[in-house]
């Protein structure tokens, strides 16, 4: 099993493109530049892989000025015309891509980057964080930019201004990037999908629906992989929506253990988050036994071909990065290098389109023929005795789970 991190920002929402003058002082370019190159030395000596990272986040940097968002006053609802991606902010990215491939010419195991296209908080109410002369600023607004994804106009042209430059520029930089991520767990904010099943979050199941699917669409035209940081992996068996990495994040609070894999292999899934802090505990393990160490032996015992534990420089209460923790990296990866190679994230160069499964194992082979006669020999579809391939209704299989 690889080892990822969640880095996930030096500057939430403003690691990318111009950020509030009052906050970056004279200096243009992002804090991350006088770091990441320690850091990245620092995750290759940890047996450390994969680096997810929030690129947008809230958007703060992401439409500011006259293109920032707006509140309506007599509706309250926020508004957003979804602009260009600034050179600045594609520039910044670009470099981060050039400074991961510098670190992979170390010979060290090559480091991948997961770049998160936005957060939840983008499409969540606007907040006017900076302030001038004891005054608010307009200019610079963090969310209230749900409008570019529930709106189909808006929509094509984020896509088109911003997920299609930041693709084209991870294309020649393919061997840096793992995957795309188009949003950190959507749930939060669309109808029908949180937990308290109220219909009044920004953006509507079908609009999300929607945007999940184009962006998916747009990410494979660039040869590169889809995924979706679902906070839940019921949200996946719910709504059916996949990718060719399908991501859930894992935050159990002693009520539920991790599932085993069984997403079809061409199409694995990982576990996106889970907590360094042992507060959140794993009810699979011991209370004296909650370690990094142990959680990624119970994932990697599980089947799952890469887990990312939250998080390196996150300021949260699932957050506990440690020297310990650092320790257990570097213990699992030695133990992995003893190991014979587990299932590869890597997928067939052909698109999978979205049938996808996981869900608790039946029995341990299909019950359908093939044309040939003999016994099928894929493994079922979580409640069914037949694979994905013979199932009667080929449209996308459901999935699996939870967190907050």
């Known amino acids: 099993m690889r080892v990822g991190v969640n880095y996930p920002w030096v500057d939430y929402g403003w690691d990318f493109g111009v950020a509030p003058p009052s906050w970056r002082g004279h200096d243009d370019d992002p804090r991350w530049m006088s770091v990441i190159d320690e850091d990245l030395r ?99 607004v963090k969310g209230g930019r749900a409008e570019a994804i529930a709106e189909a106009a808006n929509r094509q042209r984020f896509f088109d201004g911003v997920l299609d430059p930041l693709l084209r520029v991870s294309q020649a930089h393919a061997g840096a990037i793992i995957a795309w991520e188009l949003i950190n767990e959507p749930e939060w904010i669309t109808s029908g999908w949180h937990p308290d099943g109220q219909s009044t979050h920004p953006v509507d199941a079908a609009a999300m629906t929607s945007f999940l699917a184009e962006g998916k669409s747009r990410i494979r035209q660039f040869a590169i992989k889809p995924t979706i940081g679902f906070a839940m992996i019921d949200t996946l068996r719910r709504t059916g929506i996949t990718a060719e990495i399908n991501q859930f994040h894992h935050y159990p609070n002693g009520a539920r253990a991790l ?45 799952y071909p890469l ?64 044309s040939s006669g003999t016994r099928c020999r894929r493994r079922p579809v979580a409640g069914s005795t037949r694979c994905w391939q013979h199932q009667p209704d080929h449209r996308a299989v459901r999935i699996s789970r939870r967190r907050r």
Not at 287 to 299: E, G, I, N, P
Not at 338 to 348: E, G, K, Q, S, Y
């Open 259 to 303: 599932e085993r894999h069984v997403f079809d292999p061409r199409a694995p899934g990982i576990v996106g988050e889970f907590a360094t802090a042992a507060t959140d505990r794993w009810p699979e393990l011991p209370r004296d036994r909650q370690t990094v160490l142990d959680r990624l032996q119970v994932a990697s015992s599980c089947g």
């Open 42 to 140: 620092r995750f290759q000596a940890l047996g450390v892989t994969v680096l997810r990272w929030f690129i947008l986040a809230d958007g703060l940097t992401y439409g500011s000025g006259t293109g920032a968002p707006w509140l309506d006053p007599l509706t309250g609802r926020w508004h957003f015309d979804a602009p260009r991606l600034s050179a600045e902010a594609l520039g910044h990215f670009e470099t981060l891509l050039l400074r991961i491939e510098a670190a992979n010419q170390s010979g060290a195991e090559p480091l991948q980057l997961l770049p998160v296209l936005i957060d939840f908080h983008f499409c969540e109410a606007g907040a006017m964080p900076v302030t001038v002369d004891d005054a608010v600023d307009p200019d610079w």
């Open 307 to 370: 887990a990312v534990p939250w998080s390196y420089r996150g300021v949260d209460r699932h957050t506990a990065w440690t020297a310990e923790v650092e320790r257990d990296l570097m213990a699992f990866a030695g133990r992995q290098a003893r190991r014979p190679a587990a299932m590869p994230v890597d997928l067939p160069e052909a698109s999978l389109g979205d049938v996808r499964a996981v869900g608790t194992p039946s029995q341990s082979r299909c019950a359908a023929e093939t």
